[in-house]
């Protein structure tokens, strides 16, 4: 077949490259794209590329605050269009959340129409809502117009865009920022424009202040939504020195006297993003599903003002005990994290409190600068063109004589009166009616003032000390435009002291019935309704090859113990049993129990006991109840046992109890005070029992005055008690002696 021939469009070079460098390279341009122009706020003015081309294009259609409004769709029609070439329903969602009073602590954008709501619901189709800018977007975009900050081609190279805000707005901190760029999110909460404003004019005062005296201002976030803010001093301080932390945010909440000794709890204020309609249904979910029985109902009677309504399934109730259990099953409290992430001058890095605001504090001056010469540039424009008039009024005859006789006008003006080029075409271009006696006034008193204003633009530039002084004259000017009495500049979020950690009842997360539990030897378990009888239990269905382990009477609110034969100790709560209709569940699924290991024990746990743990080697030590319990499905290893060797006893110990019987696989017994028992946390233990050959099969504790009683053969039921154990008595760790005549030939005290 003939060979086509080459397209001349196509390239004749192939660039051989290793395709991990140049997949890195190519990663690498979208990474610090993602973090520059999409996901990380300017530190400038807090604001992300999405949000800084929808004010602009807001502010390009003169959608100020004392206009009319605007439908959405035009705005995000014009920001796709010439500036943002993104899907138009993100944007959109932008635009929806800079007019959410409940998202923002300071509106950019003032919304007519449905903008959504705290329930969750969503904003209404750009075609239906309308829209204009705020105050606070007006001070943000101000000096925009005086060549303050540097402007950029758009994407397509038709338009102009600002890279930057130069406005006196702190907007970073006040209304905040999140979002998640490639290898790095930022997460920044909304705080009180009022003590962000009063820590700049201190760092204006004082540049070297540290991070404490800027904490006398701003002492924590401040949510549109209000609430608690539940954190220590010290945590809070650490956060904004290191930039990075979390804030306890809680619910606002208080009790009602219902009369007749009863009451309710009403939630005004619920943590920030946390929306009510899905934090209805955690409350709800609670009850329908038993997990907290001492909240009886939930209701909703929010209008204008958050309202939820909880009901006590008692007037014994406490409701701290209620409140504290809600704060850990539901949103009512959330972490709200820190991690100021920003970008300065294009690039990202995390910074404390101090230096955002000092940094913001520079980029001020900065614009203050910039403006001041852009004022004195215009100004000096002027001033050559009045000097150029006010020439011509004291020369008027002459001027009038050489403009009507003269060829060329403008050069002999410029010869005759010394004048520029630019006072020359400003005299030539002059109307009649300015040759008024009263027009020279006005001019006279215009270049006085300008050459004034001049004077201090020159003196501003020339000196910091002017320029701070300026900036704190604007700071407070916006300081009283947001004042602690306005309605936005009102602090919402209380700081409250840290709480103290309280243990909340089990009987308040699980309502108290009784239970038989039952296990078989195979590991299925299951919990039967109420305290069955126990001699029954041999009556259950039970697997093919499988029968009766363990069967004893609890309540939901206990916690179970499982003891494997490795010697970790597991926690099993009654209610998340199986019922007792079927076989059970394999207990396998409900904790990480190791391959090959076997079901010791297990039990009711009791908080004031402590027990006798004992392996297969004869080593064994007390241990208080309370070091079985376990929080992880991976429970908690209590007893080490030796290489070759198991747990094998797991018993009570009475508190009267003060001896420990131990036998031996060799059949002999040994008796020893209790007071050679080590208690320990977890270990190998001690010896117990020495041995020639086997190892322990039993051992247990009692009390020396009552005797040793064991179970005699043949089924009959009957027990022995051996009063006299003189015989055996001796010290730990001793061979021991064949037991009384009679003892159960299977070496076992009883159970």
Not at 224 to 251: C, K, Q, W
Not at 290 to 317: F, M
Not at 332 to 349: K, W, Y
Not at 593 to 598: R, S, V
Request: with cysteine.
């Amino acid at each position: 077949m003939a060979s086509l021939p080459p397209d001349e469009a196509t390239p004749t070079t192939i660039l051989d490259a290793p395709f991990a460098a140049a997949l890195g390279d190519r990663y690498l341009v979208y990474a610090l794209s993602t973090i520059t122009a999409r996901s990380l706020p300017d530190l400038r003015d807090g604001l992300k590329p999405v949000h800084r081309r929808l004010l602009w294009a807001m502010r390009l259609l003169r959608l100020n605050p004392d206009q009319a409004y605007k439908k959405c769709a035009r705005v995000v029609g014009d920001v796709i269009g010439k500036y943002h070439p993104h899907g138009d329903a993100s944007v959109y969602d932008a635009m929806v959340r800079l007019a959410q009073d409940f998202a923002l602590r300071v509106p950019l954008v003032d919304g007519q129409g449905n903008f959504g709501n705290i329930d969750g619901d969503n904003a209404a189709a750009m075609r239906y809502t309308e829209a204009r800018l705020t105050d606070a977007a007006i001070r943000l975009m101000d000096g925009l117009d005086e060549e303050s900050v540097p402007f950029r081609a758009t994407y397509n190279g038709e338009e102009e865009e600002p890279e930057v805000f130069p406005g006196l707005f702190p907007n970073l901190l006040v209304n905040g920022a999140s979002g998640i760029a490639v290898g790095m999110a930022t997460s920044i909460p909304p705080h009180n424009p009022v003590e962000v404003v009063d820590a700049a004019l201190h760092l204006l005062e004082q540049p070297d202040a540290d991070e404490a005296a800027v904490l006398q201002f701003v002492t924590g976030p401040d949510f549109p939504t209000g609430g608690v803010l539940v954190e220590s001093p010290a945590s809070i301080a650490e956060s904004y020195a290191t930039g990075r932390g979390s804030f306890r945010l809680r619910a606002r909440w208080a009790v009602e006297d219902q009369g007749r000794g009863t009451w309710t709890i009403v939630i005004s204020e619920i943590p920030y993003q946390v929306l009510k309609g899905k934090l209805i249904e955690q409350l709800a979910a609670l009850i329908t599903e038993k997990k907290l029985p001492i909240l009886a109902d939930v209701a909703d009677e929010s209008d204008e003002q958050l309202r939820i309504v909880l009901t006590p399934r008692s007037r014994n109730v406490e409701a701290d005990v209620l409140m504290e259990s809600l704060f850990k099953l539901t949103d009512l409290e959330v972490r709200v994290p820190l991690n100021m992430n920003v970008l300065d001058h294009g690039r990202p890095g995390v910074l404390g409190l101090k230096a955002v605001i000092a940094k913001w504090l520079a980029h001020q001056r900065e614009v203050l600068l910039a403006r001041s010469r852009y004022r004195l540039g215009r100004i000096e424009a002027r001033l050559e063109v009045l000097g150029g008039l006010l020439k011509a009024y004291l020369n008027l005859d002459e001027v009038i004589r050489i403009i009507r006789e003269a060829d060329d006008a403008k050069a002999e003006l410029k010869a005759a009166f010394d004048l520029t080029d630019v006072q020359a075409e400003a005299i030539l271009n002059m109307r009649l009616r300015s040759l008024r006696k009263l027009e020279e006034i006005e001019i006279t008193r215009e270049n006085k003032a300008l050459t004034a204003e001049a004077s201090e633009l020159k003196a501003l530039i020339a000196s910091p000390e002017k320029q701070t002084a300026r900036l704190a004259a604007d700071l407070g000017t916006l300081r009283t435009a947001y004042g602690p009495t306005t309605a936005l500049g009102r602090r919402r979020t209380s700081i409250a002291a840290a709480p103290q950690v309280r243990d909340v009842p089990i009987e308040a997360m699980i309502e108290k019935e009784p239970i038989t539990v039952i296990c078989s030897a195979k590991g299925w378990i299951r919990a039967m309704k109420g305290h069955s009888d126990l001699s029954s239990a041999e009556a259950l269905k039970f697997k093919e090859g499988d029968g009766p382990a363990w069967a004893f009477h609890a309540q939901t609110t206990d916690r179970l113990v499982l003891a494997a034969s490795d010697g970790r100790f597991y926690t099993l709560m009654p209610d998340r049993l199986p019922g007792g209709r079927g076989l059970g569940e394999p207990v396998r699924l409900m904790i990480d129990l190791a391959e090959g290991t076997d079901i010791v024990a297990l039990f009711a746990h009791r908080p004031d006991g402590r027990l006798l743990l004992a392996a297969s080697d004869g080593r064994g030590f007390q241990v208080d109840a309370g070091e079985l319990l376990a929080e992880t499905r991976k429970g908690r290893q209590v007893m080490s046992p030796r290489t070759g060797a198991t747990l094998k006893v797991v018993r009570w110990i009475d508190a009267a109890d003060d001896m420990v019987a131990v036998i031996g696989e060799n059949r002999k017994l040994l008796v020893f005070p209790i007071t050679e028992l080590p208690q320990l946390q977890k270990g190998q233990g001690v010896a117990l029992q020495k041995y020639k050959d086997g190892g322990m099969a039993d051992a247990r504790t009692f009390v020396m005055a009552d005797g040793l009683t064991w179970p005699m053969g043949g089924g009959s039921g009957r027990m022995r008690t051996e009063s006299d154990l003189t015989f055996w008595k001796g010290a730990r760790a001793s061979a021991g002696r064949m037991p009384p005549t009679g003892f159960p030939r299977d070496n076992r005290f009883t159970p």
